[in-house]
């Protein structure tokens, strides 16, 4: 079973191969998008067996790098694939626990979840208030059941056939909400498990902010009707 | 009025682009009939405001200068919204255009 990370970097060469070289052990091969970085990701990347660096020559978001590393790692003949951030928020050792129930034909898609019983490290109370009104947002506004406990979890593992098959889009930050309401609403099986999410000053001050909670939904929203 | 004679003159060259672009092609004859019932209807309200006034007491609104004001805000919104969908279109197109050069390598491999 060949397991696959898809890493999408925008303006990472500061962490990148530290990310990799975490990633490496665990996967058969990397996949590294590099989306448009003006700071020479893509050079920044460990020339390396099974590591396969894609670069976009204009900034076109995270979700659209993700998609674009996951078709390339079909390509490349992956069975699972994994997506991790390039920033060192999600912590790789999880990685397996992801793969798990699709190496165990138990699911298709597999998402991590901060609120799992693995305490998140640093996670600012705002933080947390913020995602229960996405989870809410996310039943009310988009339809994805309850049962969801993460809205934004980025660290997900898809099987080859979910990958053909889930359809995203959004090329932006929205991607999260729409491969969770893809997922969900298709006859795909799907489950949480627990990962661990590491906030630290650098990945808060670089990452999404409070304030793209209302940009995340007037993306789906427009979404929508230029589907 | 002075005012009604400057707008109800650049309504007509208005008139006239629509129809010559039409002969040009360049829009075809159903939406230079559209654009035309646009240019028309505000020329009969500028002409004759009192008309504006009855459209509007139809629909509940006072004045006919407040219901002309209310239905361009509308017309604004939705147009705006256009635009971003529009725009969203694009940016999905030039993403698929960016992918597709990321994945040409790969897939010569």
Redesign the interface.
């Known amino acids: 079973m060949k397991v696959l990370a898809v890493i999408p970097a925008f303006n990472e060469a500061s962490r990148i191969a530290t990310t990799i070289s975490a990633v490496r052990p665990l996967v058969d091969g990397i996949v590294v998008?590099d989306d448009?970085s003006g700071d020479r990701t893509a050079d920044a990347v460990p020339a390396q067996q099974g590591v396969?660096v894609?670069?976009?020559?204009?900034n076109?978001?995270q979700g659209?790098a993700l998609?674009?590393g996951t078709?390339?790692a079909l390509?490349?003949g992956a069975d699972v694939i994994v997506h991790v951030d390039a920033d060192g928020q999600h912590d790789p050792s999880f990685i397996p626990s992801l793969v798990k129930p699709i190496a165990d034909d138990a699911a298709d898609v597999v998402f991590g979840s901060r609120f799992l019983g693995e305490v998140p490290e640093g996670i600012p109370l705002f933080r947390r208030v913020l995602l229960h009104a996405a989870r809410t947002f996310n039943v009310m506004a988009m339809g994805i059941p309850r049962r969801v406990t993460d809205p934004q979890s980025g660290m997900r593992a898809l099987s080859a056939k979910a990958a053909r098959e889930i359809d995203f889009?959004q090329?932006r930050m929205a991607h999260c909400s729409e491969i969770l309401r893809r997922v969900t609403r298709s006859s795909l099986r799907w489950v949480e498990v627990p990962v661990r999410i590491r906030y630290t000053a650098e990945s808060l001050a670089k990452g999404q902010k409070s304030t793209d909670a209302l940009k995340i939904a007037w993306q789906l929203f427009?979404?929508v009707?230029?589907d | 009025m002075l005012i009604q004679f400057v707008l109800i003159a650049v309504l007509l060259i208005a008139l006239f682009v629509t129809w010559k672009r039409a002969g040009q092609r360049v829009v075809t004859v159903r939406e230079a009939l559209g654009w035309s019932l646009l240019w028309v209807g505000a020329a009969v309200g500028i002409a004759m405001p009192w008309t504006t006034t009855l459209v509007a007491n139809f629909f509940g609104v006072g004045r006919g200068s407040d219901f002309v004001l209310y239905g361009s805000v509308m017309l604004l919104f939705v147009l705006v919204?256009k635009l971003?969908?529009a725009f969203?279109?694009q940016?999905?197109k030039?993403?698929e255009l960016?992918?597709r050069?990321?994945?040409k390598d790969?897939?010569k491999s």
Do not use: M, Q
């Open positions: 998008v448009g396969t894609l670069r976009h020559e204009l076109r978001g659209a998609r674009t078709e390339a390509i490349l889009v090329d427009i979404g009707f230029a | 919204f971003f969908v969203e279109k940016e999905r030039l993403t960016v992918r050069d990321a994945l790969l897939k």
